[in-house]
């Protein structure tokens, strides 16, 4: 994920005319924590079992924040330089960073563990209970570098041929991960670390950024940028199901195995709601208006809250003089306020 490139204020005026169709459903925002802190953000991640919620953090203290995941108060903090994800393995009861070099903790006690060397310039992670490892995705080669959760010695790494968002496991051997730069999911086979096959989202969803997986179903979810929607296939061959509208700006997305919904988040202030009525049926059951810049989201397994983080920022400033347009989709942002970072809960 890379900073937002086209004006936020136009992609606020775009969502409500997006939100307005499906505003009203089963979901509300339920609550605006305004916790403060220096530094820039980029992913959040709930850990159910600890009950912590984790936003790394940049500035002149790089490090990953953590909060009590039911009442939002801060209770402690992490060091890791260039953070923008983490994760937690719950069988060792490790955490990590995707920072360089990769942080390592004891997730029950937040006390440092020890850092991970690794190549490339690490962006988004992924945690795999069923083969407690931790993957770490990056722009560059290599794109995606495996990390035993149990003691932090590199497993090996792959080369997908172009830059992952975001990644999703079946925990039977097989990684898909959204590749951003190519519209297609790459299929790794996790004992090889090798890739075995590529989805092409054909034309229909272009710049993927946000990928959710019902496993179960065998129903990946690929939330595009360019053009703003989501794309329903089938895990096993790669076959389109639908292709769904989304909001502008998606940075992420996730799956609620217990009620059958999907959700995408948007820099354009909205969170789109899919509910899957059957393994190839699908429908966007709501819009909701969020908040500008809350593009990424998590999940919180046992309360089913979709956890949300963002600011306010100030005008995004004019691009240089013969400087190459960004990619649609991809607002650019303006400085942040002092102190306005804020978590926003999510629920019926």
């Known amino acids: 994920m890379h900073r937002l490139l086209a004006p936020l204020a136009l992609l606020a005026a775009l969502a409500a005319g997006h939100a307005g169709a499906q505003s009203t459903g089963p979901y509300h925002v339920l609550k605006t924590v305004k916790t403060g802190g220096e530094g820039g953000f980029d992913y959040v991640y709930a850990d159910p079992v600890n009950r ?71 962006d988004g992670i992924l945690g795999d209970p069923a083969g407690q490892r931790i993957y770490i995705l990056s722009h560059i080669a290599p794109n995606v ?70 496993v179960k179903s065998h129903v990946l979810f690929a939330a595009c940028r360019n053009p703003a929607v989501i794309a329903m296939l089938n895990s096993d061959t790669g076959q389109i199901l639908a292709v769904l509208p989304i909001g502008m700006g998606v940075d992420g997305a996730t799956f609620n195995p217990a009620t059958k919904e999907a959700f995408s988040s948007q820099g354009d202030g909205t969170l789109t709601v899919i509910k899957e009525e059957s393994p190839t049926k699908f429908m966007v059951e709501q819009t909701l208006q969020t908040k500008v810049g809350a593009k990424t989201l998590t999940l919180d397994a046992k309360t089913g809250h979709i956890l949300l983080i963002t600011a306010d920022f100030g005008p995004a400033p004019e691009p240089a003089a013969g400087a190459p347009a960004g990619p649609p989709g991809r607002p650019r942002r303006g400085p942040m306020a002092p102190d306005s970072f804020s978590i926003l809960v999510v629920g019926k």
């Open 52 to 122: 912590r919620l984790y936003v790394p953090r940049g500035g002149a203290n790089p490090r990953v924040d953590a909060f009590d995941l039911d009442s939002l108060a801060p209770v402690g903090a992490i060091p890791a330089k260039a953070g923008h994800g983490a994760a937690v393995d719950p069988k060792s009861g490790h955490g990590f960073a995707s920072s360089r070099p990769v942080a390592m903790w004891d997730a029950r006690t937040l006390a440092p563990i020890k850092t991970i060397e690794v190549q490339g310039f690490p």
């Open 145 to 214: 570098t495996a990390i035993d959760a149990r003691d932090g010695s590199v497993a090996g790494t792959v080369d997908i041929g172009g830059a992952p968002e975001q990644a999703v496991s079946d925990g039977k051997g097989r990684l898909y991960i959204d590749v951003e730069n190519k519209d297609e999911i790459a299929v790794v086979d996790t004992k090889t670390l090798s890739v075995v096959n590529r989805y092409s989202l054909a034309g229909k969803c272009g710049a993927p950024a946000g990928l959710a997986f019902d």
